[in-house]
RNA sequence: UCCCCGAUAGCUCAAUGGUAGAGCGAGCGGCUGUUAACCGCUAGGUUUUAGGUUCGAGUCCUAAUCGGGGAGCCA
């Protein structure tokens, strides 16, 4: 007999019929001598599948006793339409197979709720939790309806690179890769009161007196980067945007939709230094354009999970937060505000609310600004326009007031900014000065120029950020509970 | 990286500077077509680590480590 998965059975079972069913033992109740109630999951769906366990099963005294929490069994038996509340049908047991035990006094999860600070620290289990098994469903889910959306609408998916040597892609600080041997190079940053990390060469430096301290290893002024594997410095990607306007400026509408490192000593509930984001990129798109694209996408894929997820939603709904299903129809069901960041400025000062930080034209919204916004001005996602450019990066198109750039951030309400995009500067001429503007080298940046100079067109994209993404979905506080294996400053186990 | 808070039983948390406790979980027993099952009993501790103050420290002080919240950087 073929294995049928609990969703299966739940959803089409046809009592009478026979299965066979493999999974995880989340619950057992007991029955004194007659028979016992296993809950069974094995992740395919939510809900778990009642199975009832006939005492008079061969050895079943000894099998029952060994069946506890966490443990793996197979079982054939019959589907039958459940007496009890609860579920449509239940399956009743005529073989049972002890698959793997899960030692009670030993194995962490216990019949009761834990902490997600605790979970975490059980990676390699947390996803046979009702939580963790939800949250892996809805981010594939998500997955699917992201390719799905740029599929159905003729975007090609393309794969730049995970290493990359352009040391320039400005969207923040690189891990570094290199087959050079470290032990002989240094130590990191995050080696606290070493006496060697006091002669810092960058620490006199101005421009490196940034708040964000790169916990990539300094750069040894004798390192000759000639010599290492790819013959110059490389680093794992922050962004694929670069590459992904050379295809654009090629093929047409493309996407990327991949892992992003980013080397930031950033201790947020908002950030990973391993993330995965989607960024697509459109020839001849304007900013009006952009944002008509990054609004269709956000709110199909946030309906698509609604309608294939409902019982994960719910249980975040009830057991995370409260208010989840209703904002997420929210969304899905609203056109999104827009406005400049200039008109946003006005309304921030106008708004008589007292912010920690003041609101001032040519300073980046804070935070608290943007919770604003979403929360308790608007109560719905708004894309911001036009940021002044000295706060924002060099490819972003001028505009002609010459003190802002065509860049647009997607904010919504708990988690702020979960799509930073803009229209590209195409013209090569204002793209050099703007690179040096922002104190970059033209040099360094050769073959993108080259995509100005030869056959440039206007185009524009976006970035999305798919932990945030999943963070809005499903009401989750901390992202590191948005990704299977969460890597943050100071933490990669598993 | 900065600010604030925390670390006590497997988990979540109590405990005036003076004998370290509860709930849940676990083990055993009872009861029951149960479903966050229920009832009883039992076991379970170098109070994160290293110093210090004190007759005496889980409690006060210093530092480290780890964790949480907020901020910055950003997606």
């Known amino acids: 007999m073929a294995r049928t998965k609990i969703a299966a059975v739940l959803r089409d079972g046809q009592p009478g019929t026979t299965v066979d069913v493999r999974g995880w033992v989340r619950t057992k109740r007991e029955s004194k001598g007659d028979f016992a109630f296993l809950e069974l999951n094995d992740g395919s769906c939510f809900a778990n599948l009642q199975v009832v366990v006939d005492g008079k099963l061969p050895d079943y005294a000894t099998l029952i006793k060994q069946i506890t929490t966490g443990a793996s069994v197979a079982i054939d038996g019959e589907i039958v339409a459940s007496p009890g509340k609860g579920q449509r049908v239940e399956v009743r047991a005529t ?132 010599t290492d594997f790819f013959g110059k410095k490389a680093g794992l990607t922050v962004s694929g945007q670069l590459e992904g306007e050379a295809f654009a400026c090629a093929v047409g509408d493309v996407y990327t939709f991949g892992p992003t490192f980013r080397a930031e000593n950033s201790n947020t509930t908002r950030h990973l230094a391993e993330f995965w984001m989607v960024e697509p990129e459109m020839p001849f798109y304007e900013l009006e354009d952009d944002m008509a694209l990054a609004e269709d996408f956000v709110r199909t894929i946030i309906r698509k999970v609604m309608e294939r997820c409902p019982d994960d939603l719910q249980f975040f709904n009830d057991r995370i937060e409260p208010t989840l299903l209703e904002s997420l129809k929210n969304i899905v069901d609203h ?53 002044p450019r000295a706060i924002k990066s060099f490819y972003m198109r001028c505009n002609e007031d010459g003190k802002t750039v065509r860049a647009m951030d997607v904010l919504v309400p708990r988690i702020g900014e979960i799509i930073g995009g803009s229209q590209r500067e195409e013209r090569y001429d204002v793209l050099v000065e703007r690179m040096k503007e922002c104190g970059l080298n033209p040099d360094d940046y050769w073959w993108y120029l080259e995509l100005r100079k030869y056959g440039t067109v206007p185009h524009a994209g976006f970035g999305l950020g798919l932990e945030r993404t999943l963070q809005l979905i499903t009401g989750m506080v901390n992202i590191r509970d948005c990704i299977p294996f969460p890597r943050v400053p100071g933490s990669a186990e598993f």
């Open 95 to 226: 073989a049972l197979r002890l698959l793997g035990t899960a030692d009670s006094t030993t194995y962490p999860l216990q019949k009761k709720g834990h902490s997600f600070e605790f979970l975490r620290e059980k990676a390699h289990l947390r996803p046979r939790t009702n939580t963790f098994g939800a949250m892996a469903r809805v981010r594939n889910a998500l997955c699917y309806a992201i390719h799905e959306f740029f599929q159905d609408r003729g975007f090609l998916y393309v794969h730049t690179p995970i290493i990359t040597t352009s040391d320039c892609e400005g969207a923040g600080q690189q891990f570094q890769v290199t087959t050079l041997d470290i032990a002989k190079a240094g130590s990191g940053l995050r080696a606290k009161g070493s006496g060697t990390e006091k002669k810092n060469p960058d620490a006199a430096d101005p421009a490196s007196s940034s708040v964000t301290q790169p916990l990539a290893l300094s750069p040894q002024p004798s390192i000759d980067y000639s």
């Open 335 to 387: 056109d999104f505000i827009r406005l400049t960041y200039t008109a946003a400025v006005e309304i921030l000062q106008q708004s008589g609310q007292k912010f920690e930080y003041p609101v001032e034209w040519g300073h980046d919204l804070q935070s608290e600004h943007e919770r604003y916004l979403t929360e308790t001005h608007f109560k719905q996602p708004v894309i911001l326009t036009d940021y």
